[in-house]
């Protein structure tokens, strides 16, 4: 099946700093990325939309200028939590939509970010 | 607009029990739906999906069927194990594509 990988598992940061999160899609083109936001015991927050070469689309109430989300390439996408605080602390997951739509999204195993 | 709502967790049972998580949902159109079971410390992986109405999806000894007239996809399992015990999302997505939709997630624990 799809595979799709995220970099780093886990990060522990300085507040203040900026990290950056990867999402591959080892064996297929995604057209389309999704990122989601998830706290303990919660459900996943989606975030935002990137699609391949365009500006990404984000949710309602998510700072497009705290999460810069980038997909430049047909197998990347790029999370980046700038200047990051301890709130942003938090579960990230990725996920990612193939060229042929058959539904279902496969996600990343997910990155854990704690700002200290 | 479309939405996901399942069933308080957390549920408990004993090994060898039966298991229903329900769902149900609401949407324009014909979504599919799915299932998705997150691990602790883990991304999710999807379970079981249905794309139309009256579809059963199932995997593992899971099963949903895809009920438009009730707008439900209830998640079971005849004989659940220790190994089940994770966090279970009804999901939907749009004819159109687009983004999934999340039930808040039932959490289950099988004790032995």
């Known amino acids: 099946g799809a595979v799709v990988s995220q970099h780093p598992s886990w990060v522990i940061c300085k507040s203040g700093t900026s990290v950056k999160i990867e999402c591959r899609s080892l064996?297929?083109?995604?057209?389309?990325m999704f990122w989601y936001r998830q706290f303990p015991k919660q459900s996943l927050m989606l975030m935002a939309t990137s699609n391949e070469g365009s500006k990404a689309t984000y949710e309602q109430g998510v700072e497009k200028d705290k999460f810069l989300i980038n997909h430049a390439s047909l197998t990347l996408s790029t999370l980046t939590v700038t200047s990051a605080h301890p709130e942003d602390s938090s579960f990230y997951i990725c996920?990612?939509?193939?060229?042929?739509?058959?539904?279902?999204?496969?996600f990343g195993e997910g990155s854990r970010l704690t700002v200290l | 607009g479309n939405s996901v709502t399942q069933m308080e967790g957390p549920v408990t049972l004993s090994e060898e029990a039966f298991l229903t998580i329900n769902c149900t949902y609401t949407a324009t159109g014909y979504p599919s739906l799915f299932w998705y079971v997150q691990y602790p410390g883990e991304g999710l992986q999807l379970l079981l999906k249905a794309t139309k109405a009256d579809d059963k999806g199932s995997n593992k000894g899971f099963e949903a069927t895809y009920r438009k007239e009730t707008t439900s996809f209830h998640l079971e399992k005849g004989s659940v194990q220790v190994s089940d015990s994770a966090v279970y999302f009804c999901?939907?997505?749009?004819?159109?594509?687009?983004?999934?939709?999340f039930g808040q997630g039932t959490e289950l624990s099988v004790k032995p």
């Open positions: 064996d297929f083109q995604a057209t389309t």
């Open positions: 996920s990612a939509s193939g060229e042929t739509n058959t539904g279902e999204l496969f």
């Open positions: 999901a939907l997505r749009g004819n159109q594509g687009g983004k999934l939709i």
